[in-house]
């Protein structure tokens, strides 16, 4: 057997210390490459899975509220149609121009009114409340009452939190298809 140098096995002993840092380089490297890839995988795949959701939660919300703008268009719709009914209903007009105190007859004629007020809000239930003021006379009819002067100024303080003169200077004024957004006292709003 070759006797081998000092010399010689220290270069033996470095070379295989090299030979084995070597490969356990290689093999860190393969085993962080065989770890990096799939993290890389799956970090594409997440990124992507949130895209997808996100668009597809941002194309329900746009859907929802789309179906909700067009709700809300035949509501209005809805409501301008009543209006124009009412502005065009003879009976209610004739007695809009009264300027005494009503008759038996055209008392009436309010109960004809009032019942076609009713006939509305049954059929519409996103209305809560109708009304017409009658200004010769002083008096609101609604669907539920007849308001004389001073219950005018409850209803419009109760239901619109205005002064009575308040809303007669807004109802006096021609609003055609204009919506205004009322304050109620516990912070809720309504629309007129």
Known sequence: MNQLTKGETAMRIKKLLKNRK???ISWI???ALFMIVPIL??????NQSVKVITDEVNHVHYASLNQLKMIMDTKQREIENIGTKLLI???IRNTMEIRESLTTSQGYSLVEIQKELINYKVSN?????????FKYNDFVLSNKSKYNSKDIS???QLDFNMTKEEWLDYINISRYNKYM?????NGDTKTS
Request: net charge negative.
């Open 22 to 24: 070597t490969i356990f």
């Open 29 to 31: 490297a393969s085993y």
């Open 41 to 46: 995988i799956g970090i594409f795949i997440y």
């Open 89 to 91: 209903n003879d009976r």
């Open 125 to 133: 239930d996103f209305i809560e409340d109708m009304y017409i003021y």
């Open 154 to 156: 409850y209803i419009t």
């Open 181 to 185: 957004i009322l304050k109620t006292d």
